[in-house]
């Protein structure tokens, strides 16, 4: 689980700066197509601790909510890039900084923060008696 947590942080980061130093449509895509793959992997991530917790294994039940979260992440990205006209327009044109903040900026901040604080509140590995000799 801890490797997970490291490539969500990252990926939501990485989205995150993208976002703040880019200026082109290609960069702005790329910021909410990170924002848009680390919040279903934080969701998972903290699924997976919740039935860890809860002594529930259910391979099945991890799965479908991740496609579904998948899903619903990815068709929030493809509607956001719709909004800003990403599929008209050549991707190296530079956009517009209001249309960049007002259309995209909230995506991707919500969607990076939620990932960063789910990966950072949910516990690394469950706890361990190693004293046993």
């Known amino acids: 689980m801890l490797k997970l947590k490291i490539i969500v942080s990252m990926l939501a980061v990485a989205g995150m700066t993208i976002f703040i130093l880019g200026d082109t449509y290609l960069t702005t895509g790329l910021s909410v197509a990170c924002a848009a793959v680390a919040l279903p992997m934080s969701i998972h991530l903290a699924f997976k601790w919740f039935m860890k917790l809860m002594d529930y294994s259910s391979d099945g039940l991890l799965w479908l909510s991740s496609i579904v979260l998948a899903i619903i992440s990815g068709s929030m ?46 516990p690394s590995s469950p706890m361990r008696d190693d004293d046993e000799d």
């Open 77 to 122: 990205a493809i509607s956001v890039l719709q909004d800003i006209g990403i599929t008209d327009i050549a991707l190296s044109a530079a956009i517009d900084p209001v249309q960049k903040v007002a259309g995209v900026g909230q995506y991707i901040s919500i969607a990076s923060s939620i990932s960063i604080l789910i990966a950072v509140v949910v």
